[in-house]
């Protein structure tokens, strides 16, 4: 955040304090005042004491009380101060204009205006302190010319500071001035997008007016999003927009990014053993492509909440390595995404973090009952712990965030964000991920393994769709808005809403001899590699089939592509088998998987020999399949039960044979 405020101001005390003991001209004591530390300013060299010497030693008394009594009068004025000198003496204006480039260096122009609201005091100097963790070609001037600032590296930014070369005095005098440098951390570009981002102002009662103008050039096209939220996209904040939310202003329709991810897993059985891992999945707000799994996949399938889970055969004993690339094209606007009434009722349920029959949790459903007033009360009550990144301290659950409400990470603003939406009867889950951050104190990432994200998402009836936003960052940045629109950096590995605690994500999946490695590389890239959805189709039928009997077999799909396969209607049509038309559901099927479908025709005669055709129409492509019948005893079926057959009589005859006893 940035902090915007004179604290080094100058101004005349009352010389009649001191006319007894120095001759001076006319010439007023200046005192400053840099946040506690006083100094008297030098004295004029003009100022001489008085000659009589019978008055020497009563002047010199008459210094001693005096300079004693400006040491209690600065004592008192410092540590107990009734408000605010520079809110009480002077008015402070701000016009600051950033002027974004193409080449990444934004220039800043501050014109600050301080008017006098005191004939007693006076401005000399001025002191600006900024956020921004790089600047360079600093210049200052007032209407006199050029003034040379300093310039003080502080702990969170730059302190610039000037004297004027002249003193405004005066009720209702002014002192306009201007300082202006140049910073690379306002404007940068991030793979497809162009980010703003201005800290904001605090203790705006400071200032009288507060105005920030940010004007970008044309290649960055026209803005995705404005916060805080302007009308017909204008670029313009005032004090009040501003409050200290800073500005975030993104250029760009979508973001691109490559991934590697890498999962460690283990069977420590004497029997084989299926496991799963977590792929990112494509959702309502982001489509992944998987380029390569290695080793491959037995299959992979979507769960209840959506999440991709590629299934593995361990051996007895066996350790695998699993590597997944890909790339995900994320979007700002959320597509729609409908969910039945059972649905809604899983995503309301108690879970182990989401304990919404607590009467804490409870009372705050019914006193917010809102997802916005969610958002912003969870936002506004819990304070991120930054120490608890580093412990990897076990998750406190929505209850034990109300009661340790110093002390969450993004885990438990998530977790109290879900508890009491669910309370209030607002669908609402669980979404784990990466997320782009540079500052991780106004941004911070909290899930220890791999150092990823936790945020929620709530289903809203009219958009019909799943909305992303993140109570915790809203926090940290002082007030950025999250709820409204989200952002382009937020990338779904996993969610979680029929369990509070799985699937659990890329990044996760570690052994003991490797949990400090980093399984998560996430970079941005300028392009999507986008591939139409393809499948084959497979079919497994008996060869014959036993006529007869019912014909069984199976039809599999298999996604041949590296973008989700969405769901189908499959139809299979026949001319001799009965039914001649049949219609199944095929599911959305992620890349590396495959679906089986039952497919049964009804019997045909005992005797029937026949190949017959049919038919498979799927997503606008037709496939022709055989399908053989013939007699049992020409079957595989069949011939096992002629040698039975067979072997039964020739052992009878045998024994039949058997030559018995001479009478």
Known sequence: MTTIVPFLQEYTLDRKVFEKCFTIENKPLHVSFLRGQESIQ??????????????????????????????????????????????????????????????????????????????????????????FDDISNVQASDPDGPINPTIEKTDDGYAIGVVFNRKSVGLGSKMTFTISFDTPTIAKKYGNVWEVNIPGISNTEDFENFTVAVKTPPSFGKPAYIKPKQPSNSMTFTKEQLGNSGISIAFGDKQVYDFQLTYHLQNANVLPTTQEIALPPTTNYQEVAITDISPKPRNVRIDEDGNWLAEYTLTPFQKLDITARGQAEVLLTPRQQEISPQEREAYLKPQGYWEIADPAIQALARELKTPQAIYHYVANTLKYDFERVTKNEPRLGAVGALSQQDSAVCREFTDLFIAIARAAGIPARQVEGYAHTENARQRPLSLVQDILHSWPEYYDSQKRTWVMVDPTWASTTGGVDYFSVLDFDHLTFVIKGRDSGEPVPAGGYKLANNKNNKDVKVIFADTFARQEPDFSIQTSFGDPSVAGLPIRGEVTVINTSTALLPAKVMAISTLALTPKEQVYSVSAIPPYGHQDVDVVFDATRFLDSTIDAFSIRLGGETAEKRVSVAPIYLTKEGIGGVVLFIGIVTLLVFLRKKPGKKS
């Not at 101060?81 to 204009?97: G, I, L, M, R």
């Open 42 to 131: 030098k004295l004029d060299p003009r100022v001489k004491p008085e000659d009589d010497s019978r008055e020497a030693f009563y002047f010199m008394k008459k210094i001693v009380f005096n300079l004693l009594l400006l040491v209690f009068f600065l004592f008192t004025f410092f540590f107990f101060p009734t408000q605010s000198f520079a809110a009480e003496n002077f008015t402070t204006d701000y016009n600051v204009t950033y002027e974004a480039t193409d080449t990444g260096i934004t220039h800043a122009i501050l014109k600050i205006t301080l008017t006098n609201t005191s004939s007693q005091y006076f401005a000399s100097s001025y002191k600006v302190k900024l956020g």
